[in-house]
């Protein structure tokens, strides 16, 4: 697998902890958009986040953003 799955052309913007999260990069968790060890046997590895803000946290829900893990807007220009 060399590009990640789309999981959804939107954020996943959820309350953020003071706690490390670990972003799944590939698309494959059930638990998305963090990480379930599914990029097993791929290419990816999750993204560790160690999060100091309480605020809303937009994560990248397509996998496609140039500014891993968050969403940067990229979702908006994809075809599909
Ligand atoms: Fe996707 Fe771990 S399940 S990076
Ligand atoms: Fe991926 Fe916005 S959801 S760039």
């Known amino acids: 697998m060399s590009k990640p799955k789309c999981c959804q052309k939107m954020p996943y913007v959820l309350k953020g902890e003071k706690k490390k999260y670990a972003w799944c990069a590939c698309g494959e968790s059930s638990n998305q958009p963090f990480c379930d060890g599914s990029h097993k046997g791929t290419n990816f590895t999750p ?34």
């Open 47 to 80: 993204i560790i986040v160690d999060n100091e803000k309480e605020g809303n946290i937009a994560w990248c829900g397509c996998k496609a953003t140039s500014n891993a893990p968050f969403c940067d807007g990229t979702h908006s220009k994809l075809s599909l």
